[in-house]
């Protein structure tokens, strides 16, 4: 499993801390929290952030069911892997008969999709909403595919041709996304009103390709983000090409929107080789600040790519190439920028991948991943691979090699101070618990964590065979 198909949320289990250092060994907490039901698929179990509750499948593909907290919930065809909200509030996809069934904290919601769709929360979780394809029908025909559907906290929202992913404000008061029409005209939809229509590009450009047969596809190539202040930053397609808007004005504008990244990639299209470009997925914006951050690329034969923020170059970098992995990294307050580069060649032979933050290089490496900014923005953590066949990636701070080594890594955690980083690594297929340069022990899977919960203290809840623990650390 390499560093890009591992998802970036902290997964985890353990029963027993097996290999910690001696300046460790005596603060070191392990406390059993469940034994799971002797049905539960082990691979399937997900808990809460504070280890409170736990939900797993039970059953096999035609008869299968959720377990929560031991007592098991109705039988269905088949249900998906369960899910918690940030609220603690559990969600499951599940097939009866020819109905898709949202079970979304104890309320059962029929819905019209055809297909298990995609969930998304609010930062406290008190809010969520779903979308995904419509199933239509019509007598003596097949099911076709529909338009999507978006469902928030429950409610059907409206149908739309394709949709980017809703995105909630953050205070979960508000929430967005982007649409497509039949018409090819894309709008603006802000807590479920359409506050704006773009229209049609009047200069030549890169088209909106459907990618996914059934189910949206626009959020490979776009996305709408809140500011701290409720106002919306947002790639647009408009009259002017792929357009960057903040709060209903236009910021940059470009030909081509080179789509995806990470583990979906669209290639770019052809006769735009020279045109100027942005990678659409690579928009981000900072936590606490106006401020918003993407690669872009201006027009001429073999112009580099670089990142921008606001708009302007972030500093004196570029690279024949845009690093699809993962998007620039913004501070909550929007004044230090970190992400990844390669500066080889754009066959991508002898790769020299660097990691610049604030205008400062680190590096070479054949790989980077999981670049992470303190809250301040005054240090960085991120793992980097030297290309060899076994144990290939270490973590490093503030552009210093701490001393252990993996085969695959997680994204690093900072403490609220930045005192402190901690992370999940796996070596010779064992998940490895680590902080501050130091091992704390070794399991089957983490569920969660790390997490800093209180000062001096880190946690994860990790899985080993049919128990969950929870693994307390003192990270004095």
């Known amino acids: 499993m390499n560093a890009f198909s591992r998802t970036l949320i902290w997964l985890g289990p353990l029963l027993f801390v097996s290999c910690w250092t001696d300046a460790l060994a005596n603060d070191v907490r392990n406390d059993e929290l469940a034994t799971l039901p002797s049905n539960c698929v082990e691979k ?35 249900v998906s892997l369960p899910r918690f909200s940030p609220a603690g509030q559990l969600f499951y996809w599940a097939l009866d008969g020819q109905k898709i069934i949202l079970s979304a904290g104890g309320q059962n919601i029929v819905t019209s999709l055809s297909a298990e769709g995609r969930l998304v929360f609010s930062k406290d979780g008190a809010r969520w909403a779903a979308f995904g ?81 059934n189910g949206p596809s626009l959020f490979l190539y776009t996305k709408v983000l809140f500011f701290i202040n409720g106002r919306v930053v947002a790639l647009v397609l408009d009259e002017n090409g792929w357009t960057v808007i903040e709060n209903g004005k236009p910021v940059a504008s470009y030909l ?43 027009a001429g034969k ?24 993962e998007p620039p990294v913004l501070s909550r307050d929007g004044k230090h920028v970190a992400y990844s580069t390669s500066f080889s060649g754009a066959d991508g032979k002898n790769p020299e991948v660097y990691a610049i933050v ?66 999940v690594a796996t070596r010779e297929n064992s998940e490895v618990l680590g902080i501050d340069g130091q091992e704390v022990g070794t399991t089957e899977q983490v569920l969660v964590g790390p997490v800093f919960h209180e000062a001096g203290v880190v946690y994860w809840i990790s899985r080993e065979g049919k128990i969950l623990v929870k693994i307390t650390a003192a990270t004095k």
């Open 358 to 423: 604030d205008g400062t290089k680190f590096g070479p490496y054949t790989n980077v991943w999981g670049i992470r900014l303190s809250d301040d923005g005054k240090h960085v953590a991120y793992a980097a691979s030297d290309g060899s066949d076994k144990d290939a990636w270490a973590y490093y701070l503030d552009g210093k090699q701490l001393p252990l080594r993996y085969s695959s890594v997680y994204r690093p955690v900072f403490s609220t101070d930045a005192a402190h980083v901690s992370w």
């Open 302 to 325: 073999s112009a580099p790519w670089h990142v921008v923020v606001d708009g302007k170059p972030a500093d004196s970098f570029s690279s024949p190439l845009f690093w699809a992995a």
């Open 44 to 78: 399937t179990v997900a808990v809460t952030e504070d280890g409170k509750h736990y939900a797993c499948v039970a059953g096999s593909r035609g008869s299968q069911k959720i377990v929560s907290d031991g007592v098991e919930g109705p039988t269905f065809q088949g």
């Open 133 to 213: 394809a419509e199933r239509t029908q019509q007598s003596g025909e097949a099911i076709k595919r529909g338009t999507n559907v978006v469902y928030v906290d429950g409610a059907e929202i409206g149908k739309y041709a394709d949709l980017s992913v809703p995105q909630f404000s953050q205070d979960g008061k508000h929430f967005a996304f982007l649409t497509l029409d039949n018409g090819g005209k894309m709008g603006l939809v802000i807590d479920g009103v359409q506050t704006a229509t773009y229209e049609a590009p009047k200069v030549k450009v890169s088209m909106y390709v459907n990618v996914f047969v």
């Open 256 to 298: 081509q929107d080179v789509a995806g990244g990470g583990g979906y990639q669209v290639m770019a299209f052809r006769g735009f080789e020279d045109a100027s470009s942005i990678q659409g997925r690579s928009l981000v914006s900072a936590d606490a600040a106006p401020v918003s951050a993407w690669w872009e690329k201006a």
